[in-house]
């Protein structure tokens, strides 16, 4: 397993030529992603890192202050590493585990032109043809998607709903980069046409016909769960470009970090670090312990980290004004990384009512 220090070497002061370039260079996501580093809780016995929660976030946490592109790899891989995991057979977990922590990618596809936050609104259609399995429809910004050679893609099946898994190359296939994204620059999400896509029924995983909530919430829990972390990455960042600045840049006759405002800003930075980090460890400790509050605790989690990151980084360009307002500046890339993690894994007006909800259950 790559550690810490070896993945910071690996990406160097990159993230912003692959910001601008909108692209990862290839060897280096398959040299991270045959270490297992993109899905670090794939147990031993498929080759896996087997790393905790808890582990597994500190090291999002890592790539996500180093690069917010990156890391969406790492999320998206983990979470159709879950989804095999979770639902797959014995057979199909080992067969596609060993796979993604050798070097094969996969992005996960819930998201239609007609279903964003409301995913019961799916029409994708994942049906059985006796010995085969045929997928139609159409996703839209699939991370990791113009990188992947796997695709979990969720529909409908029957009464209920589905997860399949779809190599790239299948017939009917067609992935199309998503042009100029806001953020996350280089983490190649495309939109996925899926025109009767066939593929032998072993494709399909276990658990068709379940609920489409219960499929989608399990791998949105994990995913909601790295992103969080993934955003005290990106408040980190932004804590290390700050206080250096305000340290070194004076105005006045003294340094930016003697101006109260100023100190207030890295303040509250700190504030908004340490809180994401909590409730994140809170989560993941969740899930390590197995315990049935791991679903709120991974929407707060995510929900928390996600508007902290998207504060904490306006708050981290307002400190480094013009030093910081050029296109690829890790602040100014992390201000428009953070307010994407504001939409996505379930936007702030999604977790604030599966919260008021959990409240309710809780507190009425
Ligand atoms: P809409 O659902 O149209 O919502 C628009 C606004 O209305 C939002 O502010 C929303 O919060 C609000 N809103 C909607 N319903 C309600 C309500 N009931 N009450 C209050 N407010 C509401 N999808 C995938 O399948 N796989 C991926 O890997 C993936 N990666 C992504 C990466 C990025 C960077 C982005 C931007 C998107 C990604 N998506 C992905 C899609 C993402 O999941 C959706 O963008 C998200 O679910 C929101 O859907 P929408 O964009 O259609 O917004």
Same mark, same amino acid.
């Given at each position: 397993?790559?550690?810490?220090?070896?993945?910071?070497?690996?990406?160097?002061?990159?993230?912003?030529?692959?910001?601008?370039?909108?692209?990862?260079?290839?060897?280096?996501?398959?040299?991270?992603?045959?270490?297992?580093?993109?899905?670090?809780?794939?147990?031993?016995?498929?080759?896996?890192?087997?790393?905790?929660?808890?582990?597994?976030?500190?090291?999002?946490?890592?790539?996500?202050?180093?690069?917010?592109?990156?890391?969406?790899?790492?999320?998206?891989?983990?979470?159709?590493?879950?989804?095999?995991?979770?639902?797959?057979?014995?057979?199909?977990?080992?067969?596609?585990? =060993?796979?993604?922590?050798?070097?094969?990618?996969?992005?996960?596809?819930?998201?239609? =032109?007609?279903?964003?936050?409301?995913?019961?609104?799916?029409?994708?259609?994942?049906?059985?043809?006796?010995?085969?399995?045929?997928?139609?429809?159409?996703?839209?910004?699939?991370?990791?998607?113009?990188?992947?050679?796997?695709?979990?893609?969720?529909?409908?099946?029957?009464?209920?709903?589905?997860?399949?898994?779809?190599?790239?190359?299948?017939?009917?296939?067609?992935?199309?980069?998503?042009?100029?994204?806001?953020?996350?620059?280089?983490?190649?999400?495309?939109?996925?046409?899926?025109?009767?896509?066939?593929?032998?029924?072993?494709?399909?995983?276990?658990?068709?016909?379940?609920?489409?909530?219960?499929?989608?919430?399990?791998?949105?829990?994990?995913?909601?769960?790295?992103?969080?972390?993934?955003?005290?990455?990106?408040?980190?960042?932004?804590?290390?470009?700050?206080?250096?600045?305000?340290?070194?840049?004076?105005?006045?006759?003294?340094?930016?970090?003697?101006?109260?405002?100023?100190?207030?800003?890295?303040?509250?930075?700190?504030?908004?670090?340490?809180?994401?980090?909590?409730?994140?460890?809170?989560?993941?400790?969740?899930?390590?312990?197995?315990?049935?509050?791991?679903?709120?605790?991974?929407?707060?989690?995510?929900?928390?980290?996600?508007?902290?990151?998207?504060?904490?980084?306006?708050?981290?360009?307002?400190?480094?004004?013009?030093?910081?307002?050029?296109?690829?500046?890790?602040?100014?890339?992390?201000?428009?990384?953070?307010?994407?993690?504001?939409?996505?894994?379930?936007?702030?007006?999604?977790?604030?009512?599966?919260?008021?909800?959990?409240?309710?259950?809780?507190?009425?």
């Amino acid at each position: 397993m790559i550690d810490h220090a070896e993945i910071t070497d690996l990406v160097g002061d990159q993230a912003d030529a692959w910001d601008r370039a909108g692209r990862l260079p290839l060897d280096l996501v398959g040299k991270l992603a045959a270490a297992g580093v993109l899905c670090p809780q794939v147990p031993a016995e498929y080759g896996g890192p087997g790393m905790s929660s808890l582990a597994a976030g500190e090291l999002t946490a890592h790539v996500g202050a180093l690069c917010s592109s990156l890391r969406s790899l790492m999320t998206s891989q983990g979470m159709a590493a879950w989804t095999i995991r979770r639902f797959g057979s014995t057979e199909q977990r080992a067969e596609y585990l =060993p796979q993604l922590v050798s070097g094969q990618l996969a992005g996960v596809a819930f998201s239609e =032109p007609e279903a964003g936050s409301d995913l019961s609104a799916m029409a994708t259609t994942i049906e059985r043809e006796g010995d085969h399995v045929v997928i139609t429809g159409g996703k839209v910004w699939v991370t990791g998607a113009t990188y992947a050679d796997l695709l979990i893609v969720f529909g409908r099946n029957g009464q209920g709903a589905a997860a399949v898994v779809v190599p790239t190359t299948t017939a009917g296939v067609t992935v199309t980069a998503v042009p100029d994204p806001m953020g996350c620059r280089a983490a190649g999400h495309a939109n996925v046409q899926l025109d009767s896509v066939r593929l032998p029924a072993d494709h399909l995983l276990s658990g068709a016909g379940l609920p489409l909530e219960w499929l989608v919430t399990s791998a949105l829990t994990y995913g909601r769960l790295s992103v969080a972390w993934g955003c005290v990455g990106i408040l980190r960042s932004c804590l290390t470009a700050t206080t250096k600045h305000a340290r070194t840049r004076h105005q006045f006759g003294k340094p930016l970090a003697e101006h109260q405002l100023v100190g207030r800003h890295v303040a509250e930075l700190l504030v908004a670090e340490q809180a994401a980090t909590r409730v994140c460890e809170h989560a993941s400790r969740c899930w390590d312990d197995g315990k049935p509050e791991l679903v709120p605790a991974a929407v707060l989690a995510k929900h928390l980290a996600a508007g902290n990151a998207a504060r904490g980084a306006a708050a981290a360009v307002q400190v480094m004004a013009s030093a910081g307002a050029l296109d690829g500046h890790p602040v100014a890339r992390a201000y428009r990384d953070a307010k994407l993690m504001e939409i996505i894994e379930g936007s702030n007006e999604i977790s604030q009512i599966l919260l008021a909800e959990h409240a309710m259950a809780v507190w009425a």
